[in-house]
């Protein structure tokens, strides 16, 4: 069946502007996972939803930073007013459910370059 | 504060060479342990869940094992289609936490 996807793949955006980055989970799964990889690092959690509700966004650097998901499925991240040191690849992930015993299955990622 | 410190940081081995990737972490409340594979310019991909020491469990030619400090992943015999990074994570309240990854490389 078909992963999670993301899209783009790639963007690059200037200093200062807005950009959204799209999520598409795998269907059924009602839990989907922000995360954030710099070079050489692992992963580090933004935001996760459980449903339509952002159940935890104590990750998310800033107010620059805003994730939706209306109807529970398909997510979008947007940044407003991009700064270089917001360069770095944007996972996003499903579960099942929220929980331990729920694997996250993660998508390609979008990197993100600002100039 | 949950941490988890994998190491080597990188590892070259020869093809058939035998070797064992660490992962030490400090939670409170162990609610699951678990192993990611990414290929460069890739998501991670799912490997193995751990949740209470003693645990093993087995992909081909990787095993995964807990203690209450540490996880393993052993790499028995492996290929050069085995190298890539192998990252590490601890649930914390339904979000993972990540180690920095062990960057490995199998030379034929």
């Known amino acids: 069946g078909a992963g999670v996807s993301q899209t783009p793949s790639n963007k690059v955006t200037e200093k200062g502007k807005y950009v959204e980055l799209r999520c598409d989970p795998i269907s059924g799964h009602t839990a989907l996972y922000w995360y954030r990889q710099s070079l050489g690092q692992g992963p580090e959690f933004l935001i996760y939803f459980q449903g339509t509700g952002a159940a935890d966004d104590s990750g998310l650097p800033n107010d620059r930073f805003f994730a939706v998901r209306p109807e529970g499925s398909v997510s979008t991240l947007k940044i407003q007013r991009t700064e270089r040191g917001d360069s770095a690849v944007y996972l996003c992930a499903s579960s099942k459910g929220a929980g331990g015993s729920y694997e996250q299955y993660f998508g390609p990622g979008t990197r993100l370059t600002v100039t | 504060e949950d941490q988890v410190t994998q190491s080597p940081e990188a590892l070259r081995l020869q093809e058939g060479e035998s070797s064992s990737l660490n992962c030490s972490y400090t939670v409170s409340g162990l609610r699951g342990l678990f192993w990611y594979r990414q290929d460069p310019g890739k998501g991670p991909e799912f490997l193995f869940t751990l949740y209470s020491a003693g645990e093993e469990k087995e992909k081909e030619r990787l095993k995964a094992t807990l203690t209450k400090k540490e996880s393993f992943l052993h790499i028995t015999a492996p290929k050069p289609e085995d190298s890539a990074t192998y990252l590490c994570?601890?649930?914390?309240?339904?979000?993972?936490?990540f180690g920095q990854g062990t960057r490995l490389t199998i030379n034929p």
């Open positions: 994570a601890v649930n914390r309240a339904q979000k993972l936490v």
